[in-house]
């Protein structure tokens, strides 16, 4: 598959696109990145390829759009079987609870999309919201292992991996440590950021950091 066009559309902070950009990454797949300015215009090209929900991350393989990232990862994986070892277990329910827990990790989005939305005070006091959330994962997901699939990187940490860059964001502005919270989920962020498929596709935690205090300042909500 030498000769494949493949594209991504994306938003450089995007949790979601961070996890397509670390599946490429780990597949060893060239890919022609298109940056969507999300704080101003969505592009036509996003519009035409993805005109249901209008949204990054958007794969487009030769002309083909494929959308929402855990499909894009999934289908990553299936294309490019023969790149690196798969990303999923072989097993059909170690396969199953890879993709359920890796479905509860949008639930720290809903704590995350308040940043957006709500003053400080607000957003501090909903930090149980993504605590919570993050101190199963480490009990019943992770436990002592190094990753959640156990010795080798995989699907559910491609699902949390975007989310580990705003963990500075959320402690700057809430004033409080994840790593205190949930320490075996902040040395396994740890242990992923070793992995140049992930050091190099994360976007910088303190570039998250000023853009989103930048924009509450513009809008009032600090």
């Known amino acids: 598959m030498e000769n494949d066009e493949v594209i991504l559309l994306d938003f450089w902070p995007s949790m979601f696109g961070m996890r397509v950009r670390v599946t490429l990454a780990e597949k060893g797949i060239e890919y022609e990145y298109k940056e969507e300015d999300l704080f101003s215009s969505k592009s036509p090209l996003l519009l035409k390829m993805n005109p249901v929900h209008k949204k990054i991350p958007v794969l487009i393989h030769n002309g083909k ?19 690196e070892a798969p990303l999923l277990p072989s097993d059909p329910y170690e396969r199953a609870q890879a993709r359920f827990w890796a479905n509860y990790t949008d639930k720290l989005y809903d704590f995350g ?9 607000e957003f501090a006091a909903g930090k149980k919201d993504l605590i919570d959330p993050l101190k199963l994962l480490e009990e019943a997901a992770l436990g002592d292992k190094p990753y ?8 559910l940490d491609i699902a949390l991996i975007g989310f580990y860059s705003w963990f500075y964001t959320y402690e700057t502005i809430c004033n409080f440590s994840i790593e205190a919270e949930c320490p075996k989920i902040a040395a396994w962020g740890k242990r992923c950021m070793q992995r140049e498929s992930v050091s190099k596709s994360l976007a910088d935690a303190h570039k998250i950091c000023k853009a ?10 600090e």
């Open 65 to 83: 759009p494929v959308c929402e990232s855990f499909v894009v990862v999934e289908y990553i994986d299936e294309v490019w079987k023969d790149n």
């Open 113 to 121: 999309r308040r940043i957006w939305t709500v003053k400080t005070e």
């Open 148 to 155: 959640f699939g156990g010795e080798s990187f995989g699907f």
């Open 212 to 221: 989103v205090v930048e924009f509450r300042k513009k809008y009032g909500l």
